[in-house]
């Protein structure tokens, strides 16, 4: 019962395989219909021949002709006749079926009944020679199935070698015209199922790594957003408490909060679409802009100071990201009066610096000496151009956030390409 329940989900899995390949194969054809109406050429790939036996198995009948022998009584021994032709039909089967996939190709099984094969097909030839010597091709083409690598070449010049002396032993004249097709077989049916087991892993592979570029684009537009909208709302949340405060005995600063909220929402709409389009990259000088106006609002005494040489953009793009997300957790977590931002360029490096005199406690700690998520994030992306960014408490209270970056690293571009994670 168990052998029984084996063979139904083998021949359940080639069904599948094969329903597999026809459906590969109508996308291909109906591909190309619709490019041919186009005057262009498909852009799908054919899928080759179908990945089970059941494209090696019309080849069985080159073995009618012994068939047609031991039906006609031209056989001696039919007995003995119809047992081979049976054994080596069943093994080539055997063969064949397993010659599609790594595993049983390989399997020390798949290579005893090769050699099975090699008996039966000489046991037959010498017996009783004349169209029984077509097996020989039959016995390369499995070959050709199940061997690859270095060592085909040889074993089919091996195998072509013996079935013309086996031939030549047996009928004389028709040696060569078995040799050949012998090694003709082997050969083509490596090259063919080679190239198509080829084509199948570069499909797969070109199937994932289009998978993991819509990963990375999501991640990308994920990790953007979720810092766009944590830094606005942090902002938005402050300065409407802020107005919600002064309303009372200021309006006009209070109106002067709402305006700052006006233009906050509309700056963030923007780059949100920015976002969205893949297109947005930061500006330090900005970054420091909004970071006065965000610590001001929350009563954090803001103190910039940038010194040394002008940075490329795409520094300035990561820097802005390390102001944006630092900043957004001194609003939120801290309690701090006071918040230094440094910015030092020099020849080689540009050192970024935010500094503030609260509790010093990070928002979590994913990692020993990171923040937030934000920052592993940062962290990961700097590592990325060749810089580094470290975070955590200050000896003398307070939180630190320190990123460092190469002047005019080529990998910048690369780093800047998606955005960092927010806490």
């Not at 969205?276 to 910039?304: D, F, H, I």
């Not at 460092?404 to 806490?423: D, F, H, I, K, N």
Request: charged share 20%; proline share 5%.
């Amino acid at each position: 019962m168990t052998v029984w329940r084996r063979v139904r989900c083998q021949a359940r899995a080639w069904q599948a395989e094969r329903l597999e390949w026809k459906a590969e194969y109508e996308r291909f054809k109906a591909a190309r219909r619709a490019a041919g109406k186009r005057g262009e050429h498909p852009d799908v790939d054919h899928p080759g021949p179908p990945p089970t036996g059941f494209a090696l198995l019309p080849w069985l009948l080159m073995g009618m002709g012994a068939f047609s022998n031991l039906l006609q009584g031209k056989t001696p021994n039919p007995l003995i006749g119809g047992l081979g032709l049976l054994a080596f039909n069943s093994l080539y089967v055997y063969v064949t079926f397993r010659a599609f996939h790594r595993e049983t190709r390989e399997a020390v099984s798949t290579r005893v009944a090769l050699g099975l094969m090699g008996l039966v097909t000489t046991g037959l030839a010498l017996g009783y020679g004349g169209t029984w010597l077509f097996f020989f091709p039959l016995l390369g083409l499995a070959t050709g199935a199940v061997l690859r690598g270095p060592w085909l070449g040889r074993t089919g010049l091996l195998l072509a070698a013996y079935a013309g002396a086996i031939s030549g032993v047996r009928e004389g004249g028709d040696a060569v015209n078995i040799a050949y097709g012998t090694f003709l077989s082997s050969m083509v049916t490596a090259a063919i199922l080679g190239l198509s087991e080829a084509v199948r892993e570069l499909r797969a592979a070109r199937e994932e790594l289009a998978r993991r570029a819509v990963e990375k684009e999501r991640l990308r537009f994920s990790r953007d957003l979720h810092d766009l909208l944590g830094h606005t709302l942090s902002v938005i949340v402050v300065k409407s408490e802020a107005a919600r405060r002064l309303a009372a005995r200021d309006m006009d600063a209070a109106l002067g909060q709402i305006t700052d909220i006006e233009s906050v929402g509309r700056q963030a709409l923007t780059e949100i679409r920015e976002a969205v389009t893949g297109y947005r990259e930061g500006s330090l000088a900005t970054e420091l802009t909004r970071a006065r106006s965000a610590l001001s609002a929350a009563s954090v005494e803001p103190v910039v100071r940038q010194s040394g040489t002008p940075l490329e953009p795409q520094t300035e793009a990561l820097l802005g990201w390390v102001v944006r997300e630092a900043v957004t957790n001194v609003v939120r977590h801290s309690d701090a009066s006071r918040c230094e931002i440094t910015v030092d360029s020099g020849t080689e490096q540009v050192r970024l610096t935010v500094t503030d005199n609260g509790s010093g406690t990070p928002v979590s700690r994913p990692q020993p000496g990171i923040g937030g998520t934000g920052l592993k994030g940062l962290a990961e992306r700097l590592a990325a151009a060749g810089g580094s960014l470290t975070a955590g408490p200050s000896p003398r209270g307070g939180f630190t956030v320190t990123a460092e970056l190469p002047v005019q690293s080529a990998e910048y571009a690369e780093a800047v390409a998606t955005a960092p994670r927010a806490s």
